[in-house]
């Protein structure tokens, strides 16, 4: 299904300032950027494409939508005709605004929005695995650091995977420490690579739910982290951090045992029920896992947008 114009996404690990750069580019009104598509992808396995979804039955696709509270938030219609990868365009059309440029946010499954937008553009935003890491455990996504780093491993896996696939007039790469240090400059990078004409609203992210812009926002695992906690997240990211430029603490990171690693399983499981239970209430929680853990689309389709509307006090 060829499209009119060119999608771009903004590809980078949850926690990385993929919200940040949402609202900057929302600043600009030749730009529409109405948020994360994960949930185009997700349905169909980790990077899969064009030819994996070929055995992937629609109706379970469409399960997914109806029960995917990301999906259900945008206020859309679920595709019902085609093959998914006409659904997956179909999805994207639906967000497209007229005279305006589409840029969708996505955190994993790079090579997956690659496939099915061969002509897309790619901005890639990465920020130091120790400040995401972090971060995903104050969020209740992950109990402890260790675990915390596979938002961010999948990521920068997924775009070391697509990134030599790429033309270099068809990417940008941006650190999340040079936008917060260097706003304007960034974001005149941002605007011609896209094509738009830069607007000083677009570093002015006053009346929104994010803080202003500041470098006390950079390398926050400086003054948060233990040095037990940074040991752990570099024992899992040290080559590929130092490939995106961040300089680890330990020359050599100590590998955490088997039954260390097992304690630090443990621990993710009961922090995440806990802090879910603490946020949203027992009785909201188990109906949300339950529904999850079978499959009961239509009962979650109700009590997610409970869920969402929850998050967002919380999302920056």
Same mark, same amino acid.
């Given at each position: ?10 590809a ?7 919200t ?46 109806? *029960? =995917?509270? !990301?999906? +259900? ?6 595709? @019902?005709?085609?093959?998914?990868? &006409?659904? /997956? ?14 840029v ?12 099915f937008?061969p002509?897309a ?6 920020r ?30 997924s ?9 270099? *007039? =068809?990417y !940008?790469? +941006? ?6 240090? @260097?706003?304007?400059?960034?974001? &005149?990078? /941002? ?55 961040y300089?680890p ?6 590998q955490?045992?088997?039954?260390e690693?097992?304690?630090l399983?443990?621990?993710d ?32 389709a109700?009590i ?13």
């Amino acid at each position: 299904m060829e499209r009119r114009s060119t999608i771009v996404f903004v590809a980078g690990a949850l926690r990385s300032g993929t919200t940040m750069l949402r609202l900057m580019l929302g600043g600009n009104s030749l730009i529409n950027a109405p948020g994360e598509f994960d949930f185009a992808f997700d349905a169909l396995g980790t990077d899969a494409g064009t030819e994996e979804s070929a055995f992937l039955d629609p109706q379970i696709f469409e399960k997914f939508l109806r *029960s =995917n509270r !990301i999906f +259900l938030d945008k206020n859309i219609a679920v595709p @019902s005709e085609g093959g998914i990868a &006409s659904r /997956v365009a179909a999805l994207a059309d639906s967000l497209t605004v007229e005279k305006k440029t589409l840029v969708l946010f996505i955190h994993r499954n790079f090579m997956s929005a690659h496939e099915f937008f061969p002509n897309a553009k790619f901005i890639h935003i990465v920020r130091d695995p120790r400040d995401c890491s972090q971060s995903a455990v104050s969020m209740g996504w992950s109990g402890n650091v260790y675990h915390g780093t596979e938002f961010w491993l999948k990521a920068e896996q997924s775009w070391e995977r697509l990134k030599p696939l790429l033309h270099v *007039s =068809n990417y !940008i790469e +941006l650190k999340y420490e040079d936008v917060i240090e @260097s706003p304007e400059h960034s974001m &005149s990078l /941002v605007c011609s690579f896209l094509g738009v004409e830069y607007h000083p609203k677009m570093i002015s992210l006053e009346g929104t739910t994010y803080y202003p812009l500041d470098t006390k926002h950079s390398e926050l695992w400086k003054r948060k982290l233990s040095p037990y906690d940074i040991n752990l997240i570099e024992s899992r990211t040290m080559a590929l951090m130092m490939r995106n430029g961040y300089v680890p603490l330990h020359k050599m990171a100590r590998q955490p045992g088997r039954i260390e690693r097992m304690g630090l399983s443990i621990q993710d499981r009961i922090y995440r029920h806990t802090f879910r239970i603490s946020r949203y209430g027992i009785k909201l929680w188990l109906l949300e896992l339950l529904t999850r853990r079978f499959g009961l689309s239509d009962v979650r389709a109700q009590i997610l947008p409970r869920i969402t509307e929850i998050d967002r006090r919380y999302l920056r």
